[in-house]
């Protein structure tokens, strides 16, 4: 069954440092999606991306974080300099097509857990 | 802002009873709403979707309501069983293309045998 594929699965990083998440969504899906999930708190929206541009980015998702999909697979999902509450699991999620409530359902990758020190 | 409260952060119950897990919303009129599995250090698996002009949702021994006048959603695991434990995410969104799903921050499921 097609997945959606997460690198790292862990990171541990000195804060200030830039971070790159990877993702490769599943393959026949037009959206993509980064959440983020602090331990013991509730999943949060990042960034949504279409068409090779955002489509909604939420207020955490501040100057610091950047997106892109450089090729046909990847997605990634850029810090530039990162803080110690940037520590959480990020999660990459896909779905099929435009987000109607047919289609609504995100595809979630396993997630890569980011460590800031 | 809009809020999502899930009943309780616990739930025990024992094999073989019902599961009801509630999620409650305002300041809030979603076009759907999906109920999300995630076992621990994992990512969130999709289980139902209901939309707003639905009543109830059937899947195997899963069922969900929607109730948009009491702005509710119940889910209720039939049967449960050891495996059923997890956390239950309820999550809600709008029609529009590529918009945000809001997650509330999950019910965690035990089942005892």
């Known amino acids: 069954e097609p997945e959606v594929t997460q690198t790292p699965s862990h990171q541990v990083t000195q804060m200030g440092q830039e971070v790159i998440l990877r993702c490769v969504p599943i393959?026949?899906?037009?959206?993509f999606y980064w959440y983020r999930q602090i331990l013991g708190q509730k999943v949060e929206f990042l960034v949504s991306?279409?068409?090779?541009?955002?489509?909604?980015k939420s207020e955490i998702f501040d100057d610091q974080f950047s997106v892109e999909r450089p090729d046909g697979s990847n997605f990634t999902l850029k810090i530039r300099s990162t803080k110690l509450e940037d520590s959480a699991m990020y999660f990459c999620?896909?779905?099929?097509?435009?987000?109607?409530?047919?289609?609504?359902?995100?595809?979630f990758g396993e997630g890569s857990r980011l460590t800031v020190l | 802002s809009q809020k999502i409260e899930q009943n309780s952060e616990a739930l025990n119950i024992q094999e073989g009873k019902t599961a009801t897990l509630t999620c409650n919303y305002t300041?809030?009129?979603?076009?759907?709403l999906q109920w999300y599995r995630q076992d621990p250090g994992r990512g969130p698996v999709f289980l139902l979707l209901?939309?707003?002009?639905?009543k109830e949702k059937r899947k195997e021994r899963l069922k969900v309501t929607f109730d948009t006048t009491l702005k509710q959603s119940l889910f209720h695991i039939t049967a449960s069983q050891p495996a059923d434990s997890a956390t239950y995410l309820c999550?809600?969104?709008?029609?529009?293309?590529?918009?945000?799903?809001?997650f509330g921050k999950g019910t965690t499921l035990s089942v005892s045998s």
């Open positions: 999620a896909s779905s099929p097509r435009r987000g109607t409530a047919n289609t609504g359902e995100l595809f």
């Open positions: 393959s026949n899906h037009l959206y």
């Open positions: 991306f279409y068409n090779n541009e955002i489509s909604e």
């Open positions: 300041n809030y009129s979603p076009a759907y």
């Open positions: 209901i939309r707003e002009n639905e």
């Open positions: 999550a809600l969104g709008a029609n529009q293309a590529g918009t945000a799903l809001i």
